[in-house]
């Protein structure tokens, strides 16, 4: 039997508690997280089937104090697994925490945390979208070529998955800007 295997999912940058989910789901059938690659294939290895609970962490100011930044989880009996796109991973087995343990103990810690990626994430993709993408597509409706046309097509499907995590992340953050009000 094989002792590691890869698996291809896509998260979106709102879906970090979605992810963790998945990484615990697969812990608990025998699958340990090993490490994910762009463009999002995790690999596994084998391991002894156990509830282990996976929080996802985007905090590039951190990153630049890397040790104490791990230090700070590690005292609180996080393991420290790996940094992509700006996320850091971390696991603990749910036998060793107290209670419902997270890394984000409140609404207001959550909400702190996607104005983190909205500033490291988020903005550059405007900057991109906005100066990149839609000037291209503006250049290429105006020109009605019948060569442009799957061009024209690419930069539609482009412009509407941009679309599309923009809303998914406006729509996470107002939930819980308004949870955290409460």
Known sequence: MKQTKKEFRIFLITDYEKEGEYLSLRHSQGWKF?????????????????DVVYQLDYNQ??????DEYVQL?????????????????F???????????QIFCDEESRLEMLQRVFQG????????????????????????RNDMTIILI????????????????????????SHSKR
């Open 34 to 50: 090993v490490k994910v690659v762009f463009p999002g294939i995790y690999y596994f290895e084998k391991c002894t089937p156990e």
């Open 121 to 144: 994430r988020m903005l550059p993709l405007c900057i991109i979208l906005f100066g990149v993408f839609i000037p291209q597509l503006l250049s290429v409706i105006g020109e009605p």
């Open 61 to 66: 100011d951190g990153l630049s104090n890397k």
């Open 154 to 177: 690419l930069y539609s499907i482009l412009f509407l998955i941009y679309l599309f995590v923009f809303v998914t992340f406006a729509v996470r953050y107002r939930q819980l800007k």
């Open 73 to 89: 989880f590690q005292d609180c009996g996080w393991e420290y697994l790996m940094d992509f796109f700006g996320y850091s991973y």
């Open 91 to 101: 696991r603990k087995s749910r036998a060793a925490m107290d209670g419902d343990e």
